[in-house]
């Protein structure tokens, strides 16, 4: 009985769709490098494979707060678009404004409870009901490495610990090569950061620090000896890094001319736009002292509320798009990441984003999969772009000193 209803259900939602013709969809996202452009080509190509019209609405800057500022004045001026890329509790705060769209019927009939994680429903649901669709899951505490540097200064294995990693970065300066890519944006900062205080601190502090915002573990001696390992990271990083953007730094482990980057597997897009090769060209491994845990970032699209009969059923056909298996396999090829999507095969995927799964999977289990800060996923927006802007300012300037660079973290936490 219970399988006739859904079937009903399914082919009530069809029959809704069938009924509104080709429509348009505008997109709005910040995928604009090598890798990311690829892996929204995919999306369009299907849109567009359905009959509907693709209105790209790219905002370039990586890490979306350019993005987030133009879609705040196109929400706020009436004219929202059909799909947002936006994520973790920033979702939550766009449906509590009564812009977005319930997609509930599309979820059920196509059983996304079944097919999502616990962790990352849960993120795409406001008061229950779905607002949001989820595309991949990045795992944010990734070293990379780049072989040609790496053999030319003599490194023989990725560091495991920070005592490896500083090991391994005198020998990339003595080699003449740039030790640490680096760019120059806050997000860029935390990036690294949140890896360190959770290579540093491990888990359970980086959840009492980091997302729980707990004014004793912000203050303690291990919030200080992550704040020293982060500004020892710095001395690494060459002249060059301020303002520079994040696939820049993943360009300069391409060439050859850096030994490492911390960064989200956002920069394998790159490496494999470039045609390398992971574990030949390039290696994957857990930022030190982090294998045993996983930041994750989910990447997700927001739907508005939309009048048009057409552009709802676009809007409806991208949602269900963007959770089909097809486009999850090969928009995470792409793109760097793993699906999200329950069930999928893994054959065509590289032994890093293996790992990402096994990971991920893991870690679930063993209480150490944590939602990464500097990507969006765990504290409020306004206190987490206060955060980063302390922990920029201390990355920037050598003069402010590591007991008032955790007096004015601290601080920025208790922004609302
Ligand atoms: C997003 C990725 C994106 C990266 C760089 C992250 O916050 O989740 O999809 O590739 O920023 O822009």
Redesign the pocket.
Known sequence: MWKLTKVAAVAAVLAASASAGAGEVEVLH??T?G??AKSVAELKKIMQGKGHTWRDFAVA????DSAMTVLKSRVISGNPPSAA?T?GPAIQEWASEGVLANMDALAKAEKWDDLLPKVVADIMKYKGAYVAAPV?V?RVNWMWGSSEALKKAGVAAMPKTWDEFFAAADKLKAAGLVPVAHGGQN?QDFTTFESVVLGVGGPKFYQDALVKLDDKALNSDTMKKSLETFRRIKSYTDPGAPGRD??LATAMLIQGKAGFQLM?D?AK?EFLAANKVPGKDFMCAAAPGTTTSYTF?V?SFILFKLKDASAQKAQSDLASSIMSPEFQEVFNLN?G?IPVRAGQKMDKFDDCAKASAKDFADTAKSGSLLPSV???MAIAPATEGAIKDAVSQFWNDDKVSVADAMKKIATAAKTK
């Open positions: 910040y995928w490098s890798g990311e800057g990586g890490g979306g890329q994520k991949n990045h997000w994040w696939n989200g956002w897009g970032n990447d793109k990441s500097a990507h969006g």
